[in-house]
Structure formats: structure tokens, C-alpha cells
């Protein structure tokens, strides 16, 4: 690696996951009882809990300065 390499950021899913607990269990709820036996995952199924999740974490991730905490 280079002197001028790019540096990553910190992965801030723990944080996003921490501020979206809700959404996050609302969309792992969802996605369990569709794969329960005799349930079938089938896409769009849990469209309105991950697109509540998504947002979430978009907006979760615009309140976190680019240094990390």
C-alpha cells in the first residue's frame, strides 16, 4: 500500500443497526415467517419492511459525520 493509498471508513452498520433496531426486527420478523416451515420466501414479500429499513439506514447514515463517531 501506498503513501497516497485511500484509507476506508469504519463500517458503520452497527451504528445504522443500532438507530434502525425496529425496522431491522420488523424486516427479520418477516423474512422468518415467510421461510417458517411450510412459508415461502417469494420476492416483494417483505417489500414494505426492508423499503422502512432501507430509508432508515439512509437516514441514519446522512446523521453520521464522515469521521465516524
Do not use: H
Amino acid at each position: 500500500i501506498g503513501v497516497g493509498a485511500r484509507v476506508r471508513p469504519p463500517p458503520r452498520l452497527p451504528e445504522r443497526l443500532a438507530v434502525c433496531r425496529a425496522e431491522a426486527a420488523a424486516y427479520g420478523r418477516c423474512v422468518q415467517a415467510s421461510t417458517a416451515p411450510g412459508g415461502r420466501l417469494m420476492k416483494d414479500l417483505c417489500a414494505q419492511e426492508f423499503e422502512a429499513l432501507r430509508s432508515c439506514f439512509a437516514a441514519a447514515g446522512k446523521k453520521t459525520p464522515r469521521g465516524g463517531l
